[in-house]
């Protein structure tokens, strides 16, 4: 359980994490989707007590993290791949932040097994890839068997075998009741990994929820219709609920009602239709949805002049 | 007929038993940090860099024996120079390398971002920096013993025809090498407090070496009254105290300065960085 209240990150005049609130839920996967700079992993941070909040408060179980007695055992935590010293090996690595909690050789052997680090253990971290590196950072989140574990980007750099063995992990770690709070900007990954989402855009919590939640929540269905009598169908169907675009010539999209009610109406009306489907969402589609007006309104308060959908 | 069918609960693995049974503690965080210094190739450079230093200054110092004594203009001046002090001669060079090797220590972990995984494992933050304090004075403390050893060795040969030979019995000799000790020890655990306090390997080290070498070698040449005074009180000048180096050595400069407050001036460099360091580790975003 991750509780954060009035969570607020500035540094000098910049604001990295602007007054969110939001519960992270045991026994689930939670995915912290945003674009590279929204404030993941500052959040991150500041939960890990690495970095001190200008404003608000995090939890984790209860208590902030430093005061935990067992913080290894409590939270585990890949913030970056490469928080380590690049001159030690991996085993050594390990043997250091074992040490700290008395965490027993034994551990240190587990996790290197489970990461799949084993071949390359003994061999100084500086000439990893980015993948072994994020392979030794969840094995170093793993060390004290923790409650909750904390993931930035954990599939960053891993090659396909890579991806699905993180899925399963969350997978597992999830089932087992543990708290799993993982980050990454790719809506697709996420929607394959987690089971609930917390969108965060310009430091700002911009959707939270299932992910199916999300998506809908975003767009909502849309009913595709194509018909020689557009401009008339039009007039039939809207009304205060009802929004129709018309995207090309010939071409409806309605939202608010469904394709069934759609064409009931255009029967009613003895209105051909060539074309009617229902469009979900996809996944990209809303997450660009709902991150392109985060871009928007920090364009607009920042630099008027930056073009729509400007990073920064 | 009923049937029973075995269904395999799957057990929450660590609420049915946490695979570990771990609790950080004092001792735990020092192993650790021990761990990480001797895990790194650089720290044995550096190690066996400051006995070869230590070693060859006190060789060289113990070779040109003869010359000194043969010249009618050092000759006199020899009979000031203890065989202790040319077998702890080296110090100054190792100082050197000793102070990068505890500005490294704590500076290392920031360059590469370790200290994220640090802080994660200990983030009461300050036991990390004591434990690498400990660490780091217990190293110094080892090379610099063997090195005196080392030097006390290969240079017996050489400063017996002088009758220099350290006596091990005299209480002057061990003030020497106690001394030397004492002083690279603080130099170590000021470089590590210069480096959490700067977090910059460059910064840190340039600092340090500025501080312990650069200034007192050169404002020995201001003759300003204030100036001279403050030279005092800088640490290697102020080793001198205790040390009691020679006429022409560097640490002569503190000659000003009681043994006692020679010691006490060393060690407010040692302590008032780490102090100033434990306040901004504890309080500043890693």
């Known amino acids: 359980m991750i509780e954060a209240h009035g969570l607020t990150k500035r540094y000098g005049d910049k604001t990295a994490v602007d007054d969110i609130t939001f519960t992270i839920a045991p026994g689930s996967g939670t995915g912290f989707l945003g674009p590279n700079g929204a404030g993941k992993s500052t959040t991150m941070r500041m939960i890990m007590g690495l970095d001190r909040p200008t404003s608000g408060t995090v939890t984790v179980n209860g208590k902030p993290y430093a005061q935990h007695r067992a913080p290894l055992s409590e939270v585990g935590a890949l913030l970056d791949a490469k928080a380590v010293h690049t001159g030690r090996s991996a085993r050594s690595h390990l043997r250091t932040m074992a040490a700290t909690h008395n965490v027993p050789a034994s551990r240190v052997d587990e996790v290197i097994e489970m990461t799949g680090l084993a071949t390359v253990a003994g061999k100084r971290v500086g000439g990893f890839s980015l993948g072994m590196g994020q392979r030794l950072g969840i094995a170093s989140a793993m060390l004290g068997d923790p409650r909750t574990l904390i993931l930035d980007e954990p599939v960053n750099g891993l090659d396909p075998e890579g991806v699905q063995w993180v899925r399963r992990l969350v997978r597992s770690l999830a089932d087992e009741g543990r708290t799993v709070f993982l980050s990454s900007h790719l809506m697709s990954e996420m929607a394959q990994t987690a089971d609930q989402l917390l969108v965060i855009g310009r430091g700002r919590i911009i959707?939270?929820?299932?992910?199916?939640?999300?998506?809908?929540?975003?767009?909502?269905?849309?009913?595709?219709?194509?018909?020689?009598?557009?401009?008339?169908?039009?007039?039939?169907?809207?009304?205060?609920?009802?929004?129709?675009?018309?995207?090309?010539?010939?071409?409806?999209?309605?939202?608010?009602?469904?394709?069934?009610?759609?064409?009931?109406?255009?029967?009613?009306?003895?209105?051909?239709?060539?074309?009617?489907?229902?469009?979900?969402?996809?996944?990209?589609?809303?997450?660009?949805?709902?991150?392109q007006d985060a871009v928007e309104y920090r364009s607009t308060t920042t630099s008027p002049a930056a073009p729509k959908g400007a990073n920064r | 007929m009923t049937t029973t069918v075995a269904v395999a609960t799957a057990v929450p693995a660590h609420e049915a038993r946490p695979a570990v049974l771990a609790r950080p503690t004092f001792l735990g965080i020092l192993r650790g940090e021990w761990i990480k210094l001797l895990s790194l190739r650089s720290t044995w450079w550096t190690l066996a860099a400051t006995v070869l230093l230590m070693t060859g200054v006190?060789?060289?110092?113990?070779?040109?024996?003869?010359?000194?004594a043969a010249d009618p203009a050092t000759g006199p001046g020899l009979a000031a120079l203890t065989g202790a002090e040319v077998v702890s001669g080296g110090f100054q060079l190792g100082m050197l390398t000793i102070a990068v090797l505890g500005a490294l220590l704590m500076t290392g972990e920031f360059s590469t971002g370790m200290i994220r995984s640090t802080l994660a494992a200990v983030p009461t933050r300050t036991p990390v920096l004591a434990a690498k304090a400990i660490a780091v004075a217990a190293v110094t403390a080892a090379v610099v013993a063997?090195?005196?050893?080392?030097?006390?060795?290969v240079t017996m040969p050489l400063l017996a025809p002088h009758g220099m030979v350290?006596?091990?019995?005299?209480?002057?000799?061990?003030?020497?090498?106690?001394?030397?000790?004492?002083?690279?020890?603080?130099?170590?655990?000021?470089?590590?407090?210069?480096g959490t306090l700067l977090r910059s390997s460059a910064g840190a080290i340039?600092?340090?070496?500025?501080?312990?070498?650069?200034l007192p070698s050169f404002?020995?040449?201001?003759?300003?009254?204030?100036?001279?005074?403050?030279?005092?009180?800088?640490?290697?000048?102020?080793?001198?105290?205790?040390?009691?180096?020679?006429?022409?050595?560097?640490?002569?400069v503190g000659d000003g300065l009681t043994p006692a407050t020679g010691l006490l001036v060393v060690a407010a460099?040692?302590?008032v960085p780490l102090v100033a360091g434990a306040a901004a580790l504890r309080r500043r975003d890693a």
Request: with cysteine.
């Open chain 2, 219 to 252: 404002l020995v040449f201001v003759t300003l009254d204030w100036v001279e005074t403050a030279v005092e009180y800088l640490p290697l000048p102020a080793s001198g105290a205790f040390l009691g180096g020679g006429e022409d050595s560097l640490s002569a």
């Open chain 1, 207 to 291: 959707a939270a929820g299932r992910v199916q939640e999300v998506i809908d929540s975003v767009s909502g269905a849309a009913v595709r219709v194509r018909t020689p009598r557009a401009a008339e169908l039009a007039e039939l169907v809207r009304g205060d609920d009802v929004v129709v675009t018309s995207p090309e010539p010939g071409t409806l999209e309605v939202r608010g009602i469904d394709a069934a009610r759609v064409g009931d109406i255009a029967c009613g009306s003895g209105i051909a239709l060539h074309e009617l489907s229902p469009r979900s969402a996809s996944l990209e589609e809303a997450y660009m949805s709902l991150t």
């Open chain 2, 206 to 214: 340039t600092v340090a070496l500025t501080v312990l070498l650069l």
């Open chain 2, 269 to 271: 460099y040692a302590v």
């Open chain 2, 166 to 194: 350290p006596a091990l019995d005299e209480l002057r000799t061990w003030q020497v090498f106690g001394g030397t000790l004492y002083f690279l020890v603080a130099a170590a655990l000021f470089s590590l407090g210069v």
């Open chain 2, 146 to 153: 063997l090195g005196t050893a080392v030097s006390y060795t």
């Open chain 2, 58 to 68: 006190s060789l060289a110092v113990a070779a040109s024996l003869d010359t000194v």
